[in-house]
């Protein structure tokens, strides 16, 4: 079992900026690949980011630019860095990690772990 805790959400204006964090402990041991979703209000989940096992960072095309995934190995902690943040980004924000395999996508990562999430909201 691999127990994943965010933080670091909350309320800022448009043009600001916020760092996620999201703890991961338990079963983290192994090759493996950890990432962020988000889902708005009214909306689908989607991918945000996620780093492979060859800690090589992968953006949904829409993410690029403006968002940032880090990894703390050592502290088993992900990252997320959200910079000129737009009200359109508010949204829950979720950490996902899989463990086992070189192999990773949003697809593969959505049938792992999740953590409970933290809210950012952007107001204009």
């Known amino acids: 079992q691999v127990q994943l805790v965010e933080s670091g959400g909350g309320s800022v204006q448009a043009g600001g900026s916020l760092r996620l964090s999201c703890a991961a402990s338990?079963?983290?041991?192994?090759?493996?690949?950890m990432g962020w979703f988000r889902q708005p209000p009214g909306k689908e989940r989607g991918g945000v980011a996620y780093?492979?096992?060859?800690?090589?960072?992968i953006y949904a095309d829409s993410m690029k630019g403006r968002f940032t995934i880090s990894q703390d190995y050592a502290n088993n902690t992900l990252y997320l860095q959200m910079n000129s943040l737009k009200p359109e980004d508010t949204a829950m924000y979720y950490c996902?990690?899989?463990?086992?395999?070189?192999?990773?996508?949003?697809?593969?990562?959505?049938?792992?772990?999740w953590g409970r999430g933290t809210q950012v909201t952007v107001s204009s």
């Open positions: 996902a990690s899989r463990f086992g395999s070189l192999y990773c996508s949003f697809d593969y990562l959505s049938s792992g772990y």
């Open positions: 338990g079963a983290t041991h192994g090759r493996g690949c």
């Open positions: 780093i492979r096992a060859d800690r090589v960072s």
